[in-house]
Every structure is written in C-alpha cells, then in structure tokens.
C-alpha cells in the first residue's frame, strides 16, 4: 500500500515516511480526506515534541480507556478516514476484545468515502460497520457538523464512545450527553483532548496497538478492579504531564541548542 516511493529501512525517518506513503495513498481510494494530510502534519508536530514515544501519562490513559470500554453496556469506536487509513486492523481487534461496535462517522461527507471507509475495515475483518449510507438516521443536535448524523444503534445509544484523532465540538457534546469519550489526540491542547473524559497523548499508529492489547490484558479482571482503575484516573492530571513533558523536552533541548543529538550522541 504505497505511492511507488521506495524507503529504504535505514532511512532515519523510514517509518514516518511510510506513514505517509499510505495516508496518500488512502486519499486516492477516497478513505481518507484531503484535510487528513494536514491533520497528520499537525499531529506529526506534536509528535515530535513528544520524542515520538508513548509517554507513562498516555500509557495510563490507555488502561484506563481499555477498563472504561470493558465496563461499557454499549461501548462504540468511532472510526474516521484517518483512523481507517492508519490502523483499521487494530480497530477491529480491538472492537473484538472489547465488545465496541464500529461505526463510520466523518466530518467530511464526500460521496464514496463511508463505503471506502467500510470497505477498509471489512478487509481487516470487520463483520459489521455502523453509520454508513441511509443507516446513519439519528441526529445530535448538539453537534454542528455533519458529525451529527449518527447510526441509532451506535453513536446515538452508546455508553462510551473511542473517538481516534478529530477535530471539533464533538466531545463535548458527547460528554454533555452523558457518554464517557475517550479520544487519541497528539494535541492536548485541542478542543477535543480538553474536553474528552480519557485523553491519550500519543500517535495512534502507536496508541492503537497498546490498547489492544490492554484491552486483551484486562478482560480477565472483575468489574470492581476495572472501575478501580477507572476511579483512580485523573485525565486533568495526565493531560498536564504530557504538556509538561513537552515542555521540558524543549526546554532541555533549546538548552543544548541541538535537537538530533537527543538519542545521547555526542
Ligand atoms: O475523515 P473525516 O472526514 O472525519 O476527517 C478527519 C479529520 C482528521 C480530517 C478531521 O477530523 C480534522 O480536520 O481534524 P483536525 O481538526 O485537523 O484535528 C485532528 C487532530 O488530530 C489534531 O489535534 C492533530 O494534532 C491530531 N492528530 C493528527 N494525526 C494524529 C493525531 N493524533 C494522534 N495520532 C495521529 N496520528
């Protein structure tokens, strides 16, 4: 899945690159919208304020988002063109581990794209995805995008909603409707990292797999030790470490004045 470009593995940037290769590539089958380039050139740059590392605050955050959708009646994964374009397979395992339905939901509705997007995750074994086509007939009014067309068996009913990288007000309208939203966003300063119940600072690409395999992790705990969990998890104070982490890391680096020695060369 590529545009032709060849990587060679000792490139020190392979793996971004690749990254890339199969967002453009997404955008020729219409998976992924033009604007998801420049989303990911967003997240790219808080990335690397990261050091491109999951972080300890972001690895809380994904125990805790696998405890809350265990516990969930009807939990949800919100999938996007970008969530689909970067980890569909690891969306259906996780809907598998987890019990989540998956349901298409963008904020750009080009004609085609909800069928590429479903097409996608059939690939990756999906047996059912919500909300696309005429499937998606319930309304959030609370929502001022054409994020607010829902599927009613999904979205609209759901307890708990994972929503991977977005834009926008739709946290806090689902939050204010009383769902639990977990969202991946390498920005904690966006709407939705600010106003999500469990934010994860960290690249899905990388996020995803984590909580995969917390979610397989914890699926053997009782529900007391979940909502344990779930209860000694502060997001205010997770949200603040990744922006502190972000900000010391700058702090050191511009000390030193260099950014490629970070690895400890000299
Ligand atoms: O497929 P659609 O039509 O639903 O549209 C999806 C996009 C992503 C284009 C749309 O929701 C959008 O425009 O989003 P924004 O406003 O650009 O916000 C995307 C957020 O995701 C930004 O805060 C980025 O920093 C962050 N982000 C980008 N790539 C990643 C990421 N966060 C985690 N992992 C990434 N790989």
Known sequence: MSNGTHVDDRHPRAESIRT??????????????????IAHGRGEAFDYMLGEATTEPAKRA????????????????????????????DMVRL???????LEVNLFHRQPGREEAIEAV????????VLGVGDA????????????????????????????????????????????????????????????????????????????????????GFGADELHGILSSYSNSEALGESMRIMEERLHA????GVYLRIDGEE
């Open 95 to 101: 809907s598998r581990a987890t019990g989540a339905k």
């Open 121 to 128: 995750l059939r690939e990756a074994g999906a047996e059912e």
């Open 253 to 256: 680096l511009s000390r030193k």
């Open 20 to 37: 890339r290769e199969r967002l453009t590539h997404h955008v020729g089958t219409r998976v992924l919208a033009l604007a998801g380039l």
């Open 62 to 89: 994904i125990t805790a988002a696998a405890a809350a959708m265990l516990l969930a009646e009807h939990p949800v994964i919100s999938v996007n063109g970008n969530a689909a374009a970067l980890c569909a397979e």
């Open 136 to 219: 998606a007939t319930a309304r959030i009014n609370e929502i001022h995008s054409d994020r607010r067309t829902v599927d009613p068996r999904g979205i609209y009913v759901a307890d708990v909603v994972l929503v991977p990288l977005e834009d926008g007000d739709r946290a806090e309208a689902l939050v204010r409707m009383g769902k639990t939203v977990i969202a991946v966003d390498l920005n904690p300063l966006s709407r939705t990292a600010q106003y999500a119940s469990i934010t994860i600072v960290d690249n899905l690409v990388r996020a995803a797999p984590l909580l995969v395999s917390e979610a397989e992790r914890l699926k």
